[in-house]
């Protein structure tokens, strides 16, 4: 290297890693009762070493559809997707109206020959008044100082009235 009239010598070293692919999800998807949430790069933010020309390189593919809803692409169900539908906001999940509050999309997702899986989590903002809560087993648990213990369902179990 020389800027003209210093000059230092050195070695620059590369070292190649094998190609990967991550999809971080950061904090979900918030969707309310029986409406529709847009699924972007937020939810599904896209982590590799590999060199995307295109956003329609990277494909995602369902694997387990979610129970209490439906991919939509936009109007359609959809099995399959792209970065560049994602980055459009054209991929939507749909909530079926149930009361659950949680569900979970698991899909796949391909750059070429690279491929990895992965799984977006779901939380239903209810409508209306959220059903009482009724404690259905409460028992004592010991733990000695510094220890850590689990707790079962058969030491402390809360369910909704509902049930």
């Known amino acids: 290297m020389s800027d003209g009239q210093h000059q230092a010598i050195t070695v620059l070293e590369v070292q190649a890693l094998e190609p990967y692919l991550c999809v971080a999800n950061g904090s979900g998807l918030m969707v309310p009762q ?3 949430g847009t699924i972007n790069m937020a939810e599904l933010h896209l982590g590799t070493n ?3 020309c295109s956003r329609d390189e990277a494909h995602y593919h369902v694997t ?3 129970h209490w809803g439906q991919l939509l692409q936009a109007t359609q169900p959809a ?6 539908d994602l980055l459009v906001g054209a991929v939507f999940y749909g909530h079926n109206g ?3 509050s949680r569900n979970t999309l ?4 391909d750059v070429g ?3 990895t899986d992965a799984t977006l989590q779901v939380t239903i903002a209810l409508e209306g008044p959220v059903a009482p809560l009724k404690l259905a087993q409460h028992k004592k648990i010991y733990i000695f100082q510094g220890e850590a213990a689990e707790i079962r369902r058969d030491q402390l179990e809360v369910r ?4």
């Open 50 to 52: 590999l060199n995307i």
């Open 106 to 109: 698991a899909f796949s997702m």
């Open 113 to 115: 020959p690279v491929h």
């Open 79 to 84: 099995t399959a997707f792209s970065q560049q």
């Open 34 to 36: 029986g409406g529709q």
């Open 160 to 163: 909704s009235w509902r049930w």
């Open 64 to 66: 387990d559809s979610p």
């Open 98 to 100: 149930s009361l659950s």
